[in-house]
C-alpha cells in the first residue's frame, strides 16, 4: 500500500446560498421540524428547508418588499423574516382559483373517492390454515365445505358450529356474527367475498388466514355523495395542489438563478454528510 497517497474522504462543502453560509447549528435547531426515519433524513431536510427560506429573503430583499407582520387566530405574530417570505410569494406566485368546471371534472373522475361504503352484517366460522401449508389448505377446506354443507341444510346450527369450530375466537363467542363491517375493516379477500354475495346467501371464502364459512346477514349499498356538497371540499383540494406546484416551480427558478453550495434541492439527492 502506498501511504503517500492520502485515502481521507474530502471535507464537505459548508452549504451556502450566494455567499450566505447556514450554519451546522440552524440545521440542528432546525431538524426538530422534519422528522424522518433516519437522522440523517432530518438533516438533509432540514437542511434543504433553510436554503429555501435563504433564497426567499433574498429575493424579498432584492425586491425591496417591506408589510406588517400578522397575527394568526390564536395571537401569535409573524417575525419580520416570516412577514417578508409571505408577502413575496403573495406577489410572485399567482393561481388561479378552480372553477366550477374544474371540481366538476375532478369529481367526475375520482367518483369512487366519493361513495359512501356498503355497509355488511355478516357472520363467520375460521378454519385457520397457514398459506404456506398447502396440506393444512387442502384439510382446511375439505372442512369448510362439510360445515358449509351441515350449515346450508339447517341454518339453526350456525352459532354451535362457530362456538366449536371456528379460530376466529372473538366472533366464535358471538356465534360467529362480526356486527357491521364496512371497507377496510377486513382483509380485501373477505371484502371481495362479501361484494358477490347476496343478503341469506353462505359460502366459503378463502383469505389469506385460511377458509370462511360465511354467511350474509344484511347489506346496506353505499350512496355516492351528490356533488354540490363535495364541490368546496374539491376547490380546496385543487387550489391547495396548484399552489404547491406554482410554490415549488418558483423556488426551483429561484435556485436555478442562485449560487448554492454543499446540498441539492433535489429530495433524491443525498451529497450532505452528517
Known amino acids: 500500500m502506498d501511504c503517500s497517497v492520502s485515502t481521507a474522504l474530502p471535507k464537505p462543502k459548508a452549504i451556502s446560498v450566494n455567499g450566505v453560509v447556514i450554519s451546522r447549528e440552524a440545521i440542528a435547531q432546525e431538524v426538530q421540524n422534519h422528522p424522518a426515519d433516519k437522522p440523517i433524513h432530518a438533516w438533509q431536510a432540514a437542511a434543504r428547508a433553510l436554503v429555501v427560506r435563504e433564497l426567499l429573503l433574498q429575493e424579498a ?19 419580520a423574516e416570516e412577514a417578508a417570505m409571505r408577502a413575496l410569494v403573495e406577489r410572485e406566485v399567482k393561481t388561479p382559483e378552480p372553477d366550477e368546471a ?16 356498503d355497509l355488511y352484517e355478516a357472520a363467520h366460522i375460521l378454519i385457520a390454515a397457514p398459506r404456506d401449508n398447502q396440506a393444512a389448505r387442502v ?26 369450530h371456528s379460530a376466529c375466537s372473538t366472533s366464535a363467542a358471538e356465534g360467529g356474527r362480526l356486527g ?21 346467501e353462505m359460502a366459503i371464502a378463502e383469505t ?6 360465511v354467511r350474509l346477514d344484511r347489506r346496506a349499498e353505499g350512496q355516492t355523495l351528490p356533488f354540490e356538497l363535495a364541490k368546496e371540499r374539491i376547490a380546496g383540494y385543487l387550489a391547495t395542489s396548484v399552489e404547491h406546484r406554482a410554490l415549488a416551480q418558483y ?24
Open 61 to 79: 430583499a432584492r425586491l425591496g418588499i417591506e408589510t406588517e407582520a400578522l397575527c394568526d387566530p390564536d395571537g401569535r405574530r409573524e417575525t
Open 208 to 213: 389469506r388466514y385460511g377458509f370462511h364459512v
Open 102 to 117: 374544474a371540481c366538476r371534472r375532478f369529481y367526475e373522475q375520482n367518483i369512487q373517492r366519493f361513495r359512501l361504503g
Open 180 to 200: 357491521q363491517i364496512s371497507r377496510g375493516q377486513t382483509v380485501a379477500e373477505f371484502e371481495a367475498a362479501l361484494e358477490r354475495m347476496q343478503p341469506g
Open 139 to 164: 384439510a382446511a377446506r375439505e372442512q369448510a365445505e362439510t360445515i358449509l354443507a351441515a350449515v346450508k341444510e339447517n341454518p339453526a346450527v350456525f352459532a354451535d358450529m362457530a362456538s366449536n
Open 251 to 274: 423556488i426551483s427558478i429561484l435556485a436555478g438563478q442562485a449560487e448554492i453550495t454543499g446540498i441539492s434541492l433535489a429530495a433524491t439527492d443525498t451529497p450532505l454528510v452528517q
